[in-house]
Nanobody, 118 residues
């Protein structure tokens, strides 16, 4: 069973930065893909950024140039995916969820709240 531990959310002023981290453990196999989604109040969950095992990345248009996703694979049997968020805007306020795909199965983190004040 894959376990996910998220960290790094919080309150920041517009223009500031935060770094989210998600550590995945418990799988014999390294994740095929890892990513971050977010859900703002009253809105659907949406993809923020993803990264594959070959480090190919994909970003939502709204965060391109401001957010950077990266991953560290198989460090002490853990895979970690980080999301560096710069130039944050109030519209980035949401609960951010880590997603890890292992052998065709999705594993979600519990979410971490990011609040950007204007």
């Amino acid at each position: 069973q894959v376990q996910l531990v998220e960290s790094g959310g919080g309150l920041v002023q517009a223009g500031g930065s935060l770094r989210l981290s998600c550590a995945a453990s418990g799988s014999f196999f390294s994740p095929n893909a890892m990513g971050w989604y977010r859900q703002a109040p009253g809105k659907q969950r949406e993809l923020v950024a993803s990264i594959t095992s070959s480090t190919a990345t994909n970003y939502a248009d709204s965060v391109k140039g401001r957010f950077t996703i990266s991953r560290i694979s198989r460090d002490n049997a853990k895979d970690t995916v980080d999301l560096q968020m710069n130039s944050l805007k109030p519209e980035d306020t949401a609960v951010y969820y880590c997603l890890v795909k292992v052998l065709g199965k999705d594993y979600w983190g519990k979410g971490t709240l990011v609040t950007v004040s204007s």
